[in-house]
């Protein structure tokens, strides 16, 4: 069966087409500046060149509309007809407490995500707009919505509530809800099989940070924790978000600088975190590049990134009554090896010991880089959300038929 997972934001689209009969990606592409006067398509077929064609693509449904005629292109296309398509996977930020796993897409399901939207109003409009659209091109195919909060619903009560009135909870689903589930839940499998060891049997903590960055408990192969809450912005400190804060810094400043609900949330979530303190780039590539040169704000910046992150980890331990297996990913965990080494060399009370060589290897593969005599395995995994996509996608599918 072949699978396009479908990842729709405000003014993009990332898609991946998946041949599910060996897991391969056929082509995978991007469309940028939708709704802008120049819309670019970078379209890269697997084993073939890559094309960017610039045009003008007012929205999302024009958008897979000139993704699927790449598709089928003579030249640049990897299928004979767009009928080949045999499912589409979307990925769905918010999922609320409604979606506790991924899901086919009803008029019923389209309602429940609509109705999130108050939570997540920057992503769920945009996939809405995506799902629309793939249903205008393809009405015959089958479609599923995974979500980023699914793989948290196991979160305890007493961990995903926050300790005020209750009410809020009850009117407004005031709660810890988590986010890049898919990829904590693929990281985590892929450790325990890289392992060979009973992923139930694991005490888990499984470092996403990338962009934006969230570290999640895993206990029985389950969610027992997560860093970020009711939106991406609780927990670490990331490129241009502050993380944690004492709440009442919010009234504070916006009674102090006469700030507006919109201009504090911009501060907290676009100009806060590593571009705040360092005053020149969100980039870790520059942070990392400015503490080699001894640049001050740079190197405060790497050092409250590191320290945050540290104490989460540490947390975590504690959540879990121990740990034995750290887990790096995404953009920053993947290919920082300072950070990674910085972070380790302080958590030695918990018997963490990294191999500074093996840190160094850049492979795109799982692999370890603790050392042998590590009481915590330490493994650096790449992490893939679109295939997990893909996967649930068949398996929903399937059991529909
Ligand atoms: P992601 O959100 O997972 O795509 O991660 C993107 C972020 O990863 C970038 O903004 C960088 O901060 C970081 N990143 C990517 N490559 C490197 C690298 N070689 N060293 C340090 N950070 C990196």
């Known amino acids: 069966?072949?699978?396009?997972?479908?990842?729709?934001?405000?003014?993009?689209?990332?898609?991946?087409?998946?041949?599910?009969?060996?897991?391969?990606?056929?082509?995978?592409?991007?469309?940028?500046?939708?709704?802008?006067?120049?819309?670019?398509?970078?379209?890269?077929p697997t084993g073939k060149e890559e094309v960017t064609e610039v045009s003008e693509i007012l929205e999302h449904t024009t958008a897979i509309r000139k993704v699927l005629d790449k598709l089928v292109d003579k030249e640049h296309g990897v299928l004979n007809s767009v009928d080949e398509i045999q499912a589409v996977g979307h990925r769905v930020v918010?999922?609320?407490?409604?979606?506790?796993?991924?899901?086919?897409?009803?008029?019923?399901?389209?309602?429940?995500?609509?109705?999130?939207?108050?939570?997540?109003?920057?992503?769920?409009?945009?996939?809405?707009?995506?799902?629309?659209?793939?249903?205008?091109?393809?009405?015959?195919?089958?479609?599923?919505?995974?979500?980023?909060?699914?793989?948290?619903?196991?979160?305890?009560?007493?961990?995903?509530?926050?300790p005020i009135p209750k009410v809020l909870y009850k009117k407004h689903h005031v709660r810890r809800y988590g986010m890049h589930g898919t990829s904590h839940y693929y990281v985590s499998r892929v450790a325990a099989e890289y392992l060979n060891r009973p992923l139930e049997d694991l005490k888990m903590i499984t470092c996403h940070i990338g962009n934006g960055g969230s570290l999640t408990a895993i206990k029985d192969g389950k969610s027992f924790d997560t860093s970020m809450g009711l939106t991406p912005l609780e927990?670490?400190?990331?490129?241009t978000r502050s993380g944690d804060l004492d709440p009442a810094v919010v009234t504070f400043v916006m009674n102090k600088e006469e700030l507006t609900i919109s201009e504090v949330n911009s501060m907290l979530n676009k100009h806060s975190g590593l571009?705040?303190?360092?005053?020149?780039?969100?980039?870790?590539?520059?942070?990392?590049?400015?503490?080699?040169?001894?640049?001050?704000?740079?190197?405060?910046?790497?050092?409250?990134?590191?320290?945050?992150?540290?104490?989460?980890?540490?947390?975590?331990?504690?959540?879990?009554?121990?740990?034995?297996?750290?887990?790096?990913?995404?953009?920053?965990?993947?290919?920082?090896?300072?950070?990674?080494?910085?972070?380790?060399?302080?958590?030695?009370?918990?018997?963490?010991?990294?191999?500074?060589?093996?840190?160094?290897?850049?492979?795109?593969?799982?692999?370890?880089?603790?050392s042998p005599n590590s009481k915590v395995e330490v493994l650096v995994i790449p992490t893939n959300e679109e295939l997990v996509i893909a996967r649930d996608t068949l398996r929903i599918v399937e059991e529909s038929k």
């Open 94 to 162: 918010h999922g609320g407490e409604a979606f506790k796993s991924s899901a086919l897409v009803t008029p019923e399901a389209k309602a429940e995500i609509r109705r999130l939207f108050d939570l997540a109003p920057l992503h769920n409009p945009p996939a809405i707009s995506g799902i629309t659209a793939a249903e205008k091109n393809m009405p015959n195919v089958p479609q599923v919505v995974v979500f980023d909060t699914a793989f948290h619903q196991t979160m305890d009560e007493k961990v995903f509530l926050y």
């Open 275 to 370: 571009l705040a303190i360092s005053g020149s780039s969100s980039d870790m590539r520059d942070i990392t590049d400015g503490l080699e040169a001894g640049e001050p704000n740079a190197t405060l910046a790497f050092e409250m990134y590191e320290y945050r992150l540290r104490k989460y980890i540490g947390s975590y331990a504690a959540a879990l009554n121990g740990v034995d297996v750290i887990v790096f990913t995404a953009g920053v965990g993947e290919n920082s090896a300072v950070v990674r080494e910085k972070v380790c060399e302080n958590l030695t009370y918990l018997g963490v010991e990294i191999d500074p060589e093996l840190n160094k290897i850049r492979s795109g593969e799982p692999r370890r880089i603790s």
């Open 235 to 239: 927990g670490l400190m990331m490129g």
């Open 1 to 44: 069966m072949k699978v396009l997972v479908i990842n729709a934001g405000s003014s993009s689209l990332k898609y991946q087409l998946y041949d599910m009969n060996d897991e391969s990606v056929l082509a995978k592409g991007l469309v940028e500046r939708i709704g802008m006067d120049s819309s670019i398509l970078t379209h890269k």
